[in-house]
């Protein structure tokens, strides 16, 4: 019992762990117990288990096994967390459970499966199960097979994926195992259940016996189909339905709908493999096809034959066969050749379905021409091909082709091609048959009807019943207008006995019995003759009854008013079809019409109609008005009425009153009664004849407004306009095409015959009479509206002026909108429903247009020998040809879809290795897509696709011009074709970083336009998620930017589904960025522009109406949750449930824009503007650069604005009344104060429409803008805003175009504005644009601009003026002789102004000018003396508010003597010195004796013009020229006031091109950095300063010194000057903080650069350069923010080691960087972030594997980084794993596995200190307690020597202990330290030897640390050795240190020997105990000492005040022979300064 009381103490987990089975087992029950206690399944109390898990099913001890399995599975059923464990798992159970022999075992085993299938584990878990039958015991087979049946039988074939499992059930029936084979038959069956014969297919080639035995099961299966009985979790309501339907006993009622729900329709081909075919192809097969001998070419074509009988092919090019069968098919002599190359057609098409779609085109026009062959074997084999091939492609796609050969002279093409159309439309849809398709189809088969062959007739009439079957009356009744009743009949009976694909028949056939009496007169319910098909497909007999129920309530719950009941409104759309055939009626004869119309008429009235009184004739109309107005409309004869009032005098009434009441008259009988086209014929001529009358003209146009509604407006049109232009009366012209322009806007442009209208116009064009001429470009305009830009191609050779003023109509008319028709509309529509029709119609309307263009055949052009030439090997013979092409197309302008082999020729040429060509080939294309308009689209998937394998090009060039090519054809053919089929998803599927970038960009630009899209988008989904987490940045943005584009359309559900196959890691941060983008979704677009511009009013509802029907039909056969969102898309709404139905709806247009306006009006959209700029910098946009703005800068920004502009505002600002603009000006300055943030981020946008209404005339809202800009700079300017590059140079030139005004008000403002922007951009750059400004031709502008710039240099001094002060005053003086005196005179003023500045040195500048000139300006001059303040003060009045510095400037100018300038300046000296004297070393190191003393030369040089000059006594002390240097730009001691635009302005001129701009700015940084008061005033402009400085460093790098012309001196300067303000500003913590990571990594890559530079070390100062910078290298180490300066480093090293380019020696020095922040980070670990630290080595790590790394010639980066590593785990511990929180998939990344390896390497080694800080586990100390205390002496002592403050004390204290202790070990503890530390320690204890032995003195490095050492000169191993000296400070001679600088010289190659006598790297790394020797530092450091010493005797000097003035860094002089003379030197030369400074 001792053992059991041991356990049963023991905790739950430790007894499910014990060695015992008894303690496992009771671990287990109790576990059981507690696992069904924990209530709450996301307990904390589950993850403790979660280890335990797999060990309680794989138990080995059968009776635990089995209590283990009951407890796992109660876990499993209650735990949150358990799916984590399903793979570990699951397969314990297949390998450990399902091999025991009982019974029980195998049973938990199942349910633990199935527990997790319920957990939404399904995946995991069929994995396992499925590599479970390849496990070699029959047992595990059997048991997994009885799962996977399970699993299907209880959760149905959406949860469990059937296609692996069919993949594996052949094998299963090869099993040798008898059990094994059974229960794959069981699975089998179980698998036919749910998908019935689709499983035949995989299955056919099994054993035939066990193919017979599963038939006989198959039989015995109910035909009901199965259901789901095991829900998900996520499948409650689906689960409390389903219990519901059970209770309710049986489903006979719920059946259909939720057999719908449950069965997902599988298709066949779907589980099959793809066999690929193109490989197996006989060698010789082209060869043989083309042979002579007809038997060979049948060996070729049976060989494809058996290959394409493969039922599903791998996708591949097979443009070549395809090319060789349809050669056969079209040419071979030998019919049953035909046939077979048809059968191989077919095949390719059956297997490859959608893959085929692009070669589609190329085939049908040759298999239609050959159905003229009459065997009837190869008219099967044809028609078997050309259905296959139709349901690979479109019917729109090869309508074409189709209707080409409708009219072919054979009439069996003709009966073959009509039968083929009938078959085709079987498989369409309302929403694929659109009108647009219908129209030429029924034009060509009427045609066919009246055809003198029977047969011909009898298929056309098939084909038209077949198309009024699946369109419906409704759309296809008006195209039967004209068909006798005869006719129409047997269209109706043909389509009565169509049977349609996809079961429609059954269910339609019932529909209709049943629907019949509720309807009346409609044969088709809800007049879209497809009846829902998911419906109908699992309809039984229950639903049957439910449907026209159903149907008629489905509109009134989609929330559409206006809709009454389905069957309602079936009826009256029924009417229309009755009453377009009552519209002619026969024509009466006069006797008829009198005997009717007495009837109705008065007697009186009658016979009063032609009598000879006037009086009498209008007593009998006013009568006959009455009897009118009281008929009603059943008994109105209207044809009888209408000839009583024709009759004599009839039209030539000469009585203008009675003219005008018959008019009258006509009209009301045209309203009231039933008007037909025949009683129109009556009265037409005459009205028309009336109707230029000027009296009687308004009333003929009233009745003709009235026919046109009763007989429709297209037929009225077209007759009136016929009469009107047969005869010859001009006012009767124009007046009846002015009729028409208003007609047309109130009845709609729908049904218009637009080419008669066409041939009219032209007509009416070319008249002599002006009138006739101005109403038909009236009327051109009005049908602009409806038909847009197309419409001009038709009068492009019209004359010139002409054409000018049909442009100037179609200009006025661009921008607006076609109003909503509101007549026409009532009548006939039947409700609301029509009107939607004709919109979508509306829409066609352009397309109509184009297709009535008269079109060229340039086929016969594309011959054999072009194409031959097009494939050439030379590319110049490749590039004639496509020149020909190109020339071909141009010649034709408007083609045909047919072109011949060519578009197999140019799709090879987008590929040529030749770029020019793929560009040429793609401008082609370009044309090609204009030229074929609208049927480009049957090009789409074989030309446009490969277009979009160019967007994966390396060139920037070749990309844009793909996408420009890609955008020119969806333009023409829309995007449905592009998405459709999977060849979209392929190319995103490459991994090409440029072509997914590109193509998702592509995306999602198209997709927010869409308002639907084919359901093959979702085939993307997976590749857009793979490219979420692709390894290039720009790739993850742009998918990312697409994913809300994705969402919107396929839903967020849908796409959280496709998740479910990634990786957890993967799905859970893509599942994030899902979230995300799901709030950022936008809405659908309502309905498309055209037809969203006529929703206002009453029409809104109808729209959403009628589209929804087809589009229901179109939704529901795809895919099950299909319908709803594609309901809204059809309705134009955004269907979210929020009622957003119901708002689009209401149709008051003004409750709407009230809403609207609520809102912000400018919208921020993250990283928008950047976007903005990124596209116009790569030219995907066009640059705003324009003389005058043209459509599409117009077109552009309204698209830029709709994202980020409010949507009422942006109708504003582009509506084409100024009143408008002006509106939308009033809201801006409204919401600008509130809206900051959003004016800001548009900003952009905001300058560029303003610059659009510089171009208007109107001057009211010029001034509105000016005003606008003034409130908007003075905002900007408070929030400290800078323009971008991108927003001043789209701007500025456009504002300074507005100087020029005639109107001072104007130009007084835009002065204004001028003087604002300088506040948030530099006067510099304004400077050059101002000065663009003179160029101008206007004077005044000319004159303004020579002010402004006066103004500038007087404000800000002479550094304004770009590129140098004297090219600016060259072009200024040019000014002095202009022709034009106000410009001379500014020219003069502005010079003047200068010459305050700057004095006489004007005139160098100047250069030569004319005497003439030369002479005015002295004159000026002169005067300007006489009265120094009336410029300066003239211009202060004109510029009251130019900044601050302006008047504090000036006024010290005016001032005169410039005393108080410098006294100002040198009271500034001397704070700066005191503020200073502690003496840290890098101040130190600025003093540089050399530069002290030429401090007065430094002064001059900073001032380029007076370096000549020797100052002397020759001046008086007021003109030292050193003030006036300063006074030229605002001066730092006013710096509260402005700082931050001088503080911008001085920093512009940091990175200026000229040398002395550059020092002078500098210095004043300098001098603002060294005052401690004033140095904050460059925060938050740190990193603004940095980046000008490395840009200066570039242009050094670069240019400069490149120069041969340039003095180098001048470089070192500028060097010394950029080195000395970065050590102070490195020297300030808090700023040095401010750089971020980016700017470092570029100063860090500037500065290393210049180190490796050899050209500077050639210098004569070079070295001492190098020096410096070495030493701000580690000030920048030490000083910045340690995060952002590791992550620099950390990018560095990752681009330095990619490039190519790069040296080696650039790599290294970064390493050392690294090195040295690696010891920092003991100190600042706790600064650092370190999960962006990871987050970056983890990139490094991807972009640089191991292997990779491995594989570097160095093994440094791979030390480096392992040591960084190893650093941060040794001071962090396991805590740096929490710290991966950045890292997207951590368990993908090498870094979490590398430290995952650290720490467990350091947890393992316990022992003592040492041994966990070697890696080789050094020997552990054995001896007891005496050991132990001296390893923590010596760990106190290596302690010491490690801290900053202790090291010297650390060294002694180790030297006396070695000295005392000789054999004590200190090798472990130096083992693990770094290579430096090691000879850092080494060589501080040979210096303490040396000294006291007295081998040497030296003296103390004044408290220089190992961490300020200087790590970045090219070195030894790890970093510049130091010198340790003594403390007693002795002096030594200067010949030591000279010793010591040549040694170190030589070590770091830094003597002025060439590179390639330096010794190799390898030779100095491999020499890491180097000799003694002190490093530079060390030099600079006695000098100083030997200062101090001197200072003791001069206590006077005040050698601060000096030094801070130094701009150099210093240069050591070391070459004085010994101390005293070097001290004596110094003295001088310190007296000397002195004195020179008082």
Known sequence: MGDDSEWIKLSIDQKCEHKLWKARVNGYEE???????????????????????????????????????????????????AGKTTGEVISGVVNKVFNQPKARAKELGIDICLMYIEIEKGEPVQEELLKGLDNKNPKIIVACIETLRKALSEFGSKIISLKPIIKVLPKLF????????????????????????????????????????????????????????????????????????????????GGGDDGDEVVPQVDAYELLEAVEILSKLPKDFYDKIEAKKWQERKEALEAVEMLVKNPKLEAGDYADMVKVLKKVVGKDTNVMLVALAAKCLAGLATGLRKKFGQYAGQVVPTILEKFKEKKPQVVQALQEA????????????????????????????????????????????????????????????????????????????????TALKVAGEKAVNPFLADVDKLKLDRIKECA?????????????????????????KTPVLSGAAGDKDTKDTSAKSGPLKKAPAAKSGGPPKK??????????????????????????????????????????????????????????????????????????????????????????????????????????????????????????????????????????????????????EACLLPWTAEQVMSMAFSQKNPKNQSE???????????????????????????????????????????????????????????????????????????????????PAPTRGTSRHSGGSGDDGEERDEQEDIGNDVVDLLPRTEISDKITAELVSKIGDKNWKIRKEGLDEVTSIINDAKFIQPNIGELSAALKCRLNDSNKILVQQTLSILQQLAMAMGPNIRQHVKNLGIPIITVLGDSKNNVRAAALATVNAWTEQTGMKEWLEGEDLSEELKKENPFLRQELLGWLADKLPTLRSVPSDLLLCVPHLYSCLEDRNGDVRKKAQDALPFFMMHLGFEKMAKATGKLKPTSKDQVLAMLEKAKAIMPAKPAAPAKASSRVVGGAAPAKFQSASAPAEDSGSSTMEPKPDPKKAKAGGAASKAKGAQGKKVQSKPNLKEDDDKSGPIFIIVPNGKEQRMKDEKGLKVLKWNFTTPRDEYIEQLKTQMSSCVARWVQDEMFHTDFQHHNKALAAMVEHLESEKDGVISCLDLILKWLTLRFFDTNTSVLMKALEYLKLLFTLLSQEEYHLTENEASSFIPYLILKVGEPKDVVRKDVRAILNRMCLIYPASKMFTFIMEGTKSKNSKQRAECLEELGCLVESYGMNVCQPTPGKALKEMAIHIGDRDNTVRNAALNTIVTVYNVHGEQVFKLIGNLSEKDMSMLEERIKRAAKRPTAAPARQAEEKPQRAPSTNTNASVLRKGPAEDMSSKLNQARNMSGHSEITHTVPREFQLDLDEIENDNGTVRCEM??????????????????????????????????????????????????????????????????????????????????LIATFMQLRLIYNTHMADEKLDKDEIVKLYSCIIGNMISLFQMESLAREASTGVLKDLMHGLITLMLDSRVEDLEEGQQVIRSVNLLVVKVLEKSDQTNILSALLVLLQDSLLATASSPKFSELVMKCLWRMVRLLPETINSINLDRILLDIHIFMKVFPKEKLKQCKSEFPIRTLKTLLHTLCKLKGPKILDHLTMIENKNESELEAHLCRVM??????????????????????????????????????????????????????????????????????????????????????????????????????????PQTELTCVPTSTNTVSSSIGNTNGEEVGPSVYLERLKILRQRCGLDNAKQEDRPPLTSLLSKPAAPTVASSTDMLHSKLSQLRESREHYQHLDLDSNQTHSSGIGTTTSSSSSTAANIDDLKKRLERIKSSRK
């Open 174 to 253: 090869e099993s040798r195992e008898k059990a094994v084979r059974d229960e794959a038959k069981l699975l089998a069956v179980e698998v036919y259940r749910w998908i019935r014969d689709a499983l035949r297919p995989p299955l056919q080639n099994i054993n035939s016996v066990q193919l017979k035995e599963l038939e006989e099961e198959w039989v015995k299966l109910p035909p009901a189909a199965p259901k789901q009985t095991r829900f998900l979790r996520s499948q409650q309501e689906l689960k409390a339905k389903f219990e519901q339907q059970q209770a309710a006993g049986g489903d006979a009622d």
């Open 736 to 818: 009846t095409l002015n009729w028409l322009s208003n007609a047309i806007k109130e009845f709609g442009f729908s049904g218009l015959n637009v080419k008669a209208f066409i041939s009219n116009v032209k007509t009416a064009l070319a008249a002599t009479n002006p009138a006739v001429r101005t109403a038909a470009i009236t009327l051109l305009g009005v049908m602009y509206l409806y038909v847009g830009p197309p419409l001009r191609m038709f009068f492009e050779d019209e004359k010139p002026a002409l054409l000018s003023q049909i442009d100037a109509e179609f200009e006025k008319m661009q921008g607006q909108i076609a």
């Open 1504 to 1585: 380029p013009a007076l370096v000549q000059h020797k100052l002397d006594d020759i001046f008086e002390p007021v003109l030292i020229p050193e003030p006036k240097i300063r006074a030229v730009s605002p001066h730092f001691d006013d710096m509260h006031s402005n700082t931050a635009s001088t503080i911008n302005f001085v920093i512009s001129q940091v990175a200026s091109g000229d040398i002395n701009t550059s020092i002078q700015a500098l210095a004043q940084i300098d001098e603002v950095l060294r005052q401690e008061d004033k140095a904050e005033a460059m925060s938050g402009h740190i990193d603004q300063f």
């Open 496 to 520: 009565e006995k169509v049977e349609l694909a996809y079961g429609k028949n059954t269910g339609g056939a019932a529909d209709k019995k049943e629907c019949r009496p509720a309807a009346g």
């Open 386 to 465: 050309i259905d296959a091939i139709f349901l690979t492609t479109t019917l729109q796609n090869i309508s074409e082709d189709i209707l080409a050969v409708m009219d072919n002279k054979n009439p069996t093409i003709k009966q073959q091609t009509s039968l083929f159309i009938a078959r085709s439309f079987r498989h369409c849809t309302p929403s694929t048959l659109p009108k647009s398709l219908l129209k030429p189809f029924c034009a060509a088969l009427l045609k066919h009807i009246n055809d003198s062959a029977p047969e011909v007739r009898d298929a056309a009439f098939e084909a038209l019943g």
């Open 559 to 708: 929330g559409k008013p206006s809709a009454a009941a389905g069957a309602g409104g079936a009826g009256t759309k029924g009417k229309k079809g009755s009453e377009t055939k009552e519209l002619f009626e026969p024509e009466l004869s006069i006797e008829v019409c009198e005997e009717r119309a007495s009837a109705v008429l008065p007697a009186a009235c009658i016979q009063q109609l032609d009598s000879g009184n006037w009086k009498e004739r209008l007593a009998c109309m006013e009568e006959f008005q009455k009897a009118v107005e009281l008929m009603e409309r059943s008994e109105m004869p209207c044809q009888a009425l209408v000839r009583m009032l024709a009759k004599k005098p009839g039209w030539k009434e000469t009585n203008f009153q009675v003219m005008q009441m018959k008019l009258h008259i006509v009209a009301l009988i045209a309203q009231k009664g039933n008007f037909s086209k025949t009683s129109a014929q009556i009265v037409l001529d005459g009205l028309v004849d009336k109707i230029g009358d000027v009296k009687c003209g308004s009333n003929a146009k009233e009745a003709m407004t009235a026919i046109a």
């Open 31 to 81: 576990a059981l117990k507690l696992f069904q206690k924990i209530e709450d399944e996301k307990s904390p109390e589950w993850s403790k288990y979660l280890g335990l898990i797999k060990k309680l099913v794989t138990d080995s001890n059968a009776v635990a096994q089995l209590k283990g399995l009951e407890a796992a599975l109660a876990y499993v059923e209650n735990a949150h967390v």
């Open 1800 to 1905: 467990k390497h350091s947890m393992d080694q316990t022992g003592s200190k040492t041994d966990k800080e070697t890696e080789k586990g050094a020997s552990r100390i054995d001896e007891k307690s005496s050991k132990a205390k001296v390893n923590d002496f010596l760990a106190e002592i290596f302690k010491k020597i490690g801290s900053k403050e202790n090291t010297k004390e650390g060294l002694a204290e180790l030297y006396e202990y070695k000295k005392k202790y000789s054999d004590a070990d200190i090798e472990p503890f130096l083992k693990n330290s770094s290579q430096f530390f090691q000879s850092y320690v080494e060589r501080g204890l040979r210096h303490i030897e040396m000294e006291k032995e007295g081998k040497g003195r030296i003296p103390s490095s004044t408290g220089i640390s």
